[in-house]
């Protein structure tokens, strides 16, 4: 069974300081993964994804997310932070595959406070 | 605003009682997913639907049933509501039934079991 730990319930950091939010994953095969946004009252929005290739994907409003297969990890990163990237960031995981529907897993969630 | 409609917006409503949540996919958009997103469960898959037929069954209880209409627009029931079921339930929808694409999430409905 697929799965994606977010290790990490919240993550502080100061304005200007460079972020990470840590993304685990377990699944067979070259999994596709995502990054999600939350902001409070709003659905989840499309941050990145990894699907092959290069292992360092850029997304939107300047985040990017390492993709490490032998640590199975996919950890967002951003070099400045914002105040307004203070939300609740979404991990997901899908096994590659044809034929069939391949189910989405998404983490728990890891909220995001920037500090002014 | 990012083209899934989800209504209402908010619902309270009383243990026992029925109650349907209303999503519009984004235009071009074929498949639906349902999710639960509560503080302890986190984001949780409840069905997909794929141009009208249902596609993939997740955690969704007996009590809850969904369906997608000939125009694309789905619909979750809920009933015999039990206060567990207060949580906020979103929409998604994406164009294909799989692949890497990603989902465009609705605002989602807040739903409230007194």
């Known amino acids: 069974a697929q799965s994606v730990a977010q290790p990490e319930d919240q993550v502080n950091v100061a304005e200007g300081n460079p972020l990470t939010v840590k993304c685990t994953y377990s699944v067979s095969g070259n999994p596709y993964l995502f990054w999600y946004v939350q902001y409070p009252n709003r659905g989840l929005q499309f941050l990145l994804k990894?699907?092959?290739?290069?292992?360092l994907v850029k997304g939107s409003y300047g985040f990017e997310a390492e993709f490490n297969k032998s640590q199975t990890s996919f950890h967002l990163k951003k070099p400045s932070a914002l105040v307004s990237d203070s939300a609740l960031y979404f991990c997901?995981?899908?096994?590659?595959?044809?034929?069939?529907?391949?189910?989405?897993?998404f983490g728990i969630g890891t909220k995001l406070q920037v500090i002014p | 605003d990012s083209g899934v409609t989800q209504t209402p917006k908010h619902l309270i409503t009383a243990t026992g009682q029925r109650v349907t949540l209303r999503c519009s996919p984004r235009s071009g958009d074929l498949s639906v997913y349902w999710y639960q997103q509560s503080l302890d469960q986190g984001l949780q898959f409840l069905i997909q639907?794929?141009?009208?037929?249902?596609?993939a069954k997740g955690n969704i209880l007996e009590r809850f049933s969904a369906q997608q209409f000939p125009d694309l627009h789905s619909e979750l029931n809920l009933s015999s509501l039990e206060l567990g079921d207060s949580a906020l339930y979103f929409c998604?929808?994406?164009?294909?039934?799989?692949?890497?694409?990603?989902?465009?999430f609705g605002s989602g409905t807040r739903l409230t079991v007194v």
């Open positions: 998604a929808s994406s164009v294909a039934l799989q692949g890497a694409q990603s989902y465009t």
């Open positions: 639907y794929y141009n009208g037929e249902e596609r």
């Open positions: 997901a995981v899908r096994p590659p595959g044809s034929g069939g529907y391949q189910k989405v897993t």
């Open positions: 990894y699907i092959t290739g290069d292992n």
